[in-house]
């Protein structure tokens, strides 16, 4: 005769997990959303401050362009964006600054970067400098 032990099992683990593996999941997802939307934005930062940085030299020998250098913002963003597909790019001068500002939306967020970058006219200051000096 075989005996039989019977024993307890209890299914409180299950469900517990069933609770808890769907909030872990929850996180991970949550994480990875916020990542992706941080490094977005830093190609946003990027792109603006490249862009407005050449416009400012360009600005100084009085070449600007604002067609060109919203081509070139284009360029720099095609195909490194996940969230933000189409971001919409102004670029204004206002005295000796340049300034970059871009706005983009999607999938439920939306994210504004402003880079500013200054025009320098070192030559005329230079040249103003050997005039003072004998």
Known sequence: MIERLDKEVKGSITVESAFII???????????????????KNVLIGAA????TVAA???????????????????????????FSTPQATIYQDGNKITVEV?????????????????????????RFRIVLP
Do not use: W
């Open 49 to 52: 401050g490249e862009v407005a």
């Open 57 to 83: 030299g360009r600005a100084r020998r009085e070449e600007l362009q604002e067609g060109e250098m919203l081509e070139l913002f284009s360029q720099r963003v095609a195909g490194k964006l996940t969230f």
């Open 22 to 40: 769907p909030m872990i999941f929850l996180v991970i997802v949550l994480i990875i959303h916020t990542v992706l939307y941080y490094h977005d």
């Open 103 to 127: 706005k983009a939306s999607g999938k439920g967020m939306r994210v504004v970067v402003s880079q500013t970058a200054g025009v320098r006219k070192t030559e005329q200051k230079i040249r």
